[in-house]
């Protein structure tokens, strides 16, 4: 219980998951807040589970009835249910489950097709002109226009988890399912899942493992290679890290994309390569001074999975142990902070509405409550039991979803433009 007691506080009210973690207190300097736009992200919004329906997609005369699925709606809901856990509801998507049950290879070829139709229909609308007469029409219209775009969204997150989804089976990884209660598992963990951390590590560069690793100690502290032990930790918070951690690969494919580009070139700044990193330097400055709760205060704003595993004991020596200096931080480190804010920020809103669908599919609709002093009323929250090796799992999936969901993102906005300048 101590361990959950001290997961717990990392993520009190002082974390907003609003705010992108991307790597610790080395990023203070630039005395500026990262954080997510253009909406910033809700882990649990207002929504119900989406679930497929019986009845079967109707797609008329639209070019992608030229790939088509060999399962009935039903067999698809099953079989979907089983690689991902979120399942799709607009027909596109439920199209698009029954191409990943049955052929998952032409999953590209599908989504091609139906942004080309996407594509076609907004060119079409856009050449509507709008009512000239003055009131019920143009309130009709503009409510018509309202609902198309909301639409047209909807099928746009559900292109983009297709496709993630689609990346991960290509790199034979199952995502985790549903998380609830094991009622195969003697003990009660919830970690029944395969590990295939090797997997997941593999389908990153060197340098970015690199960062991962410190992300993970940050996360795990002492506990990184205890594969073993188990901990009762509030479901909640472990939806937080999860969320956090989705942002965090998102933004580290974005630098690192970048950084292998210019070390092909030959044209890193000066001072990547230098061992005496100075993150490391600035985490040691953090250490030294001041308090122990200025440091903490400090540390959970730029990285709140950190600021509970130094204070509660779990990980020794405090903040900055954990981190390793690395070429791909260093870059990072070089990076001004306009560049590092735009460059952690996620660009599509259909992007941010994809991970709070997927995070609430993964670990459930939480009931919150906020109490009188504005924060949250942990007596409700829901605890798991859970070991390190399996949180582990958690974290390289949700770091990896997110670089697939920056891959995936530029795919699909270079067919189809719609990520926000």
Known sequence: METATAF??????????????????????????IRMSPSGIKLYPSISHVKLSNRKAAF????????????????????????????????????????????????????DQQLEQLKTDLDAEKQKEEPSSTGTDIVLYRR????KANERKKTLE??????????????????????????????????????????????HS???????????????????????????????????????????????????????????MKVLPQGVDDEDSSIQQVAGEDIRSGDRSDTSVRSTQSHPELSSWSAGGV?????????????????????????LQRYATIRSKEAIGMIEKHTE????RPEIVITPQGTIDSSKDELIKISFGGLRRLVLEAVTFGSFLWDVESYVDSRYHFVAN
């Not at 018509?144 to 609902?147: G, L, N, S, T, V």
């Open 144 to 147: 018509i226009a309202e609902m």
């Open 361 to 364: 599919a993964l670990f459930g």
């Open 8 to 33: 717990g506080s990392a993520f009190s009210m002082s974390y907003k998951p609003t705010k992108a973690s991307v790597g610790g207190s080395d990023f203070v300097r630039f005395g500026s807040q």
């Open 158 to 203: 559900e292109i983009l988890y297709a496709l993630v989804v689609q990346k991960f089976m290509d790199a034979n990884v199952s995502l985790i399912p549903a998380i609830s209660p094991s009622s195969s598992e003697p003990s009660g963990r919830i970690d029944t899942w395969p590990s295939q951390g090797d997997e997941l590590e593999r389908l």
């Open 206 to 264: 060197e340098e970015a493992n690199e960062m991962i690793q410190n992300h993970l100690a940050l996360i795990l502290g002492s506990r990184l290679g205890d594969n073993s032990a188990v901990a009762q930790i509030s479901k909640l918070r472990v939806g937080q890290v999860y969320a956090a951690s989705i942002m965090y690969g998102y933004f580290l494919k974005r630098v690192d994309q970048r950084f292998q580009l210019e070390k092909t």
């Open 60 to 111: 008329g005369s639209r070019k992608s009835t030229a790939i088509r699925a060999s399962l009935s709606s039903s067999e698809s809901g099953d079989s979907a249910a089983r690689i991902a856990p979120l399942q799709l509801e607009s027909p596109v998507g439920q199209f698009l489950s029954q191409i990943l049950t049955s052929h998952p290879h032409l999953v590209p070829a599908a989504v």
């Open 315 to 339: 990980s020794p020596g405090g903040f900055g142990q954990g981190i390793k200096p690395s070429r791909l931080r260093n870059y990072v480190m070089s990076f001004d902070g306009e560049t």
